[in-house]
């Protein structure tokens, strides 16, 4: 397994860490054994990073991993945790949440705590208001906490603002060849990088769709370069190449995933993809935008826009569910285009003033292609759920 320093700590982490959002199950609940015994074989074979929130699997992640943390694993790895800033509206909740996350995990100390999907500037601000961020100080002094930092779904300039507004000890942002340009993209990676802000990696296979749901011909086009590479080998190597990633989170369902994963991280280093092999990406990239609805390249030159519709946000979560048949996607747009956000970026925002369209290098209709997109994401039942979730976290 290779590992990868962080220059900041010193920490020396394994390169594939393991995201606890998609341990096996059984039925509705988590086959146990098999998930504690795969998380046992990970560590036993040098993964050290073990990453979960308070509610992934319904709230039992947490306690599975720190049942299978027991018994002496503990203390070989890095836990990572998220406190979910949209169930916390005073410090107490937060604290509330802390207490319970450490018992869940067996332990009295979280080596990498995150404040959980920002979509936003003003989320963070309203932690910083609240307490919060003094609070993480304080138990980082207490050694309760080892390091602070954030994950993000956002849209690009809210990043750039994030990870530049605090001294994080890191940060997790969505990677993979497709969303090279969207949510925090390249340009947010290398921002962090040059901060000095380690970047652990997250949905690498988008959730298995870069796997499961590709074009025939994206299959054929990697099959050609070389035929024993699968599309999951292809993907983690596109992002390990690039050296500010120090680890890419996998949320493994099975023995076979696990081996596989673990082989290719004894392989991948950084800038080891050849010219030929980057040239694979152009191509596959190539048909992919061939294939998308919506011709967004997510080069970002049409914003800001005045009234904050996040085009290019829009316009990926849109294309996705034809390209990659993302079932999810109407809840992925609710989530990354700010159900609880301050600032929501909505394609219905848009007040047609027709200020972006000039600055389309794609010459994109954006007014007319938002429209389509309000009339397939926002179904009749969006707006009624969006009062009630805002008005379930308190959200204004
Ligand atoms: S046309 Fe719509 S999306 Fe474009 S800048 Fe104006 S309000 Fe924003
Ligand atoms: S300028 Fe055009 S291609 Fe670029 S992000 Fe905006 S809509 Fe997409």
Same mark, same amino acid.
């Given at each position: 397994m290779l590992t990868r320093t962080l220059e900041n700590n010193k920490d020396e982490l394994a390169i594939l860490g393991f995201g606890c959002m998609r341990f096996p199950t059984k039925g509705n609940s988590i086959d146990?054994?098999?998930?504690?015994?795969?998380?046992? $074989?990970?560590?036993?074979?040098?993964?050290?990073?073990?990453?979960?929130?308070?509610?992934?699997?319904?709230?039992?992640s947490e306690s599975l991993l720190g049942e299978a943390l027991s018994g002496g694993y503990r203390e070989?790895? %890095?836990?990572?945790? %998220?406190?979910?800033?949209?169930?916390?509206?005073? !410090?107490?909740?937060? /604290?509330?949440?802390?207490?319970?996350?450490?018992? /869940?995990?067996?332990?009295?100390?979280?080596?990498?705590?995150?404040?959980h999907m920002l979509t936003d500037v003003s989320t963070f601000e309203r932690m910083k208001t609240i307490g919060v961020m003094d609070w993480m100080e304080q138990l980082k002094k207490e050694g309760k906490i080892k390091n602070i930092g954030f994950s993000y779904h956002g849209g690009k300039s809210d990043f750039e603002q994030i990870v530049a507004a605090y001294p994080w000890d890191f940060c997790q942002i969505q990677y993979n060849y497709l969303d090279e340009n969207n949510q925090a993209g390249k340009s947010g990676l290398l921002l962090a990088g040059s901060l000095g802000i380690p970047v652990i990696v997250? *949905?690498? !296979?988008?959730?298995?769709? !870069?796997?499961n749901n590709l074009p025939k011909e994206v299959i054929q086009e990697f099959k050609s370069h070389d035929s024993k590479r699968t599309p999951a080998e292809w993907a983690l190597r596109w992002i390990w190449n690039h050296p500010q990633v120090k680890v890419i989170l996998s949320g493994m369902s099975d023995e076979a995933q696990l081996n596989e994963n673990i082989r290719i991280a004894?392989?991948?280093?950084?800038? $080891? !993809?050849?010219?030929? *092999?980057? %040239?694979? =990406?152009?191509?596959? %990239?190539?048909?992919?935008?061939e294939k998308t609805k919506i011709p967004c390249t997510a080069c970002g030159y049409c914003m800001p826009c005045p009234v904050g519709v996040d085009i290019p946000g829009c316009f990926s979560a849109y294309n996705d569910k034809y390209l990659l048949g993302d079932k999810q996607n109407k809840m992925k747009y609710m989530q990354t285009q700010g159900i609880l956000s301050k600032k929501p970026a909505y394609a219905s925002l848009c007040v047609e003033c027709g200020k972006c369209e000039k600055h389309c290098p794609q010459n994109i209709a954006v007014r007319k292609e938002l429209k389509t997109v309000k /009339? *397939?994401? *926002?179904?009749?039942?969006? /707006?009624?759920?969006? =009062?009630?979730?805002?008005?379930? =976290?308190r959200v204004k």
């Open positions: 146990e054994p098999r998930a504690i015994a795969m998380i046992r $074989s990970a560590i036993d074979r040098g993964m050290n990073y073990f990453d979960t929130a308070y509610f992934y699997h319904g709230g039992k070989k790895v %890095k836990v990572a945790t %998220k406190l979910p800033p949209f169930m916390v509206s005073k !410090l107490d909740g937060a /604290k509330k949440i802390f207490n319970t996350q450490c018992t /869940k995990l067996k332990t009295d100390y979280i080596d990498y705590y995150l404040l997250m *949905e690498p !296979l988008r959730g298995g769709k !870069l796997v004894s392989e991948a280093e950084a800038n $080891s !993809l050849s010219e030929e *092999e980057l %040239k694979v =990406f152009d191509r596959v %990239k190539a048909v992919m935008l /009339k *397939e994401m *926002e179904a009749f039942w969006f /707006k009624p759920v969006v =009062f009630i979730v805002r008005k379930m =976290f």
